[in-house]
């Protein structure tokens, strides 16, 4: 089946594609994965890539993945990324490359728009997915850790890519800013 990609401003888009997001949502993930709606809407995302499969009636939906930017700043460097969340495909479409095209148009997407690197939260089931596609633990003991949940991240940019501690610098700075906040607070 050839796989159609959609790369849709989720900010700015036709009510279709919203609907389209939630409905995939709700089917792919569970009830004890899904935040509270009014949550949800708080973390909108930027960017969504859908992946159709064209068939001879039309495309149908097979899956998708949020995207979203931010900036920080490191050493008095401007350090842009992409957090890669909400990627689901649907069962009938697993195994049959849709995760990895997605994954690879996020790449592209990161590249249009001069991203240092893209970070993933995922479940340890799916890490041996995550490191085909080229993404990485940020700490050598990440994969060890007793933790469901792991930080994975795939350098975009040269610069992070010949010097990947950046990554883990931008996060430790991060980590020390929420920290500094939550003491304010």
């Known amino acids: 089946?050839?796989?159609i990609l959609k790369v849709v401003d989720a900010n700015n888009c036709d009510v279709e594609?919203?609907?389209e997001a939630s409905r995939l949502n709700e089917t792919i993930f569970t009830k004890?994965?899904?935040l509270p709606s009014i949550i949800q809407s708080k973390f909108k995302p930027d960017v969504w890539i859908f992946a159709y499969g064209k068939t001879e009636d039309g495309e149908i939906l097979l899956g998708k993945l949020d995207i979203n930017f931010?900036?920080?700043t490191l050493l008095n460097h401007t350090i842009r990324k992409v957090k890669i969340s909400n990627i689901g495909i649907l069962p009938f479409a697993r195994h049959k490359n849709v995760g990895s095209e997605l994954l690879h148009k996020a790449r592209k997407l990161c590249d249009k728009n001069y991203v240092d690197y893209m970070y993933i939260f995922c479940d340890k089931k799916v890490?041996?997915?995550?490191?085909h596609c080229g993404f990485m633990p940020i700490t050598k003991n990440e994969e060890s850790?007793?933790?469901?949940?792991?930080?994975?991240v795939k350098p975009v940019s040269k610069r992070c890519?010949?010097?990947p501690d950046i990554i883990k610098q931008d996060f430790i700075q991060q980590a020390k800013e929420?920290?500094?906040?939550?003491?304010r607070s």
């Open 1 to 3: 089946m050839e796989i």
């Open 17 to 19: 594609y919203v609907r």
């Open 32 to 34: 004890q994965t899904q």
């Open 70 to 72: 931010s900036k920080s």
């Open 127 to 131: 890490v041996p997915f995550y490191k």
């Open 145 to 152: 850790n007793q933790q469901k949940t792991l930080l994975l």
């Open 161 to 163: 890519i010949k010097n």
């Open 178 to 183: 929420i920290k500094s906040k939550q003491k």
